[in-house]
């Protein structure tokens, strides 16, 4: 169990990134699990999770449960990992791995049949690492 102070700390020095919180958006914490920041975007129809930090299954998990919680079909993040192997470790299988208008785009499906798109945005201007919108269905 750690502090959200201690989680922050983690994350910093895992990421190289700082955590801030952008206008609308909560922190949401658990001692065991971590902490991200999230917004529900009712315009986009989305729960939107930035900076994560722990448990990630967890995480999709309470995203989703947010999405259903608001009527919303949508999870939105922002990740800095290696695609593929994100997507693995979310449970999903690759479907289509291509690049489309110069971006590196990936599709997958879970064994619920939700499907996850991976789409390379740039790369952080802070690691350099490249960063991928990723919209997982509900």
């Known amino acids: 169990m750690k502090t959200l102070d201690e989680w922050v700390e983690f994350y910093k020095k895992k990421t190289g990134d700082d955590v801030d919180i952008p206008s609308g958006f909560s922190v949401y914490y658990l001692p065991n699990r971590g902490f991200c920041l999230y917004a529900i975007d009712i ?6 999770i930035y900076h994560c930090c722990g448990d990630g299954k967890f995480w999709r998990d309470l995203g989703h449960i947010m999405a259903i919680q ?34 590196h ?24 690492k490249p960063v991928y919108s990723t919209t997982m269905e509900v």
């Open 43 to 48: 315009y986009n129809d989305c729960v939107v």
């Open 70 to 103: 608001h009527g919303l079909g949508k999870v939105k993040t922002l990740v800095t990992r290696n695609p593929i192997a994100y997507m693995r470790s979310m449970g999903f299988k690759i479907l289509k791995n291509e690049i489309i208008n110069d971006k």
């Open 105 to 128: 785009t990936l599709y997958g499906e879970d064994e619920h049949g939700r499907n996850l798109t991976m789409i390379y945005e740039c790369n952080h201007n802070k690691t350099g």
